[in-house]
């Protein structure tokens, strides 16, 4: 059974940085591309970043909203996603998901990082 | 940047048909344009879960009343004899050349 379960959010001043992880079980992590989505409070998704596997040469693509102050990253000796957030914004507050869009859509359950003073 | 774009809100009665759809501001969504159509189903508090990837395919957890397909230029999920707890926000996502876009989700009222 594919599993993915985020952790590391929590609250963070504006201009300040915060590092998401994301734990994968239950298929060959290495093999697969990985995403981050994310839902601010009462909105709808948005697609943040994707990592290729090491086929692709692990590249990378990033939402305009985010590109230049997200990075994603992963570890597949550890089964691991992870999303460096950098210079956040208010407009960042939202539940981060971890998600395997291609090959079925597998989601996690969320974390929530909330940017405020 | 594409748009797609989706119902805001649809009601169906139980037991009913209704039929959803998702629209690309690039142009129509057809089996060779590569965008690979997902939809999601997210109750209030939970998240996201898929019930169709790649435009017609149910996961093993997708009752089978929900189909995915290809209408008019759009994709479609369609629900075939609504159920209550079949009431949520759906959304649908579209694939661009390394970017998922998400549609703006359709509430589904079941009454």
């Known amino acids: 059974e594919v599993q993915l379960v985020e952790s590391g959010g929590g609250l963070v001043q504006p201009g300040g940085s915060l590092r998401l992880s994301c734990a994968a079980s239950?298929?060959?992590?290495?093999?697969?591309?990985m995403d981050w989505v994310r839902q601010a409070p009462g909105k709808g998704l948005e697609w943040v970043a994707r990592i290729r596997n090491r086929a692709k040469s692990y590249t990378t693509d990033y939402a305009a909203s985010v590109k230049g102050r997200f990075t994603v990253s992963r570890d597949d000796s550890d089964n691991s996603l992870y999303l460096q957030m950098s210079s956040l914004k208010t407009e960042d507050t939202a539940v981060y998901y971890c998600a395997r869009l291609f090959a079925g859509g597998y989601w996690g359950q969320g974390t929530l990082v909330t940017v405020s003073s | 940047q594409a748009v797609v774009t989706q119902e805001p809100s649809l009601t169906v009665s139980p037991g009913g048909t209704v039929t959803l759809t998702c629209d690309s501001s690039t142009g129509p969504v057809t089996s060779a344009s590569g965008h690979f159509p997902y939809w999601f189903q997210q109750k209030p508090g939970q998240a996201p879960r898929t019930l169709i990837y790649d435009t017609k395919n149910r996961h093993s957890w997708t009752p089978a009343r929900f189909s995915g397909s290809l209408l008019g230029g759009k994709a479609a999920l369609t629900l075939s004899g609504a159920q209550p707890d079949d009431e949520a926000e759906y959304y649908c996502s579209l694939y661009y050349s390394g970017a998922w876009v998400f549609g703006g989700g359709t509430q589904l009222t079941v009454l």
């Open positions: 239950g298929f060959t992590f290495s093999d697969y591309y």
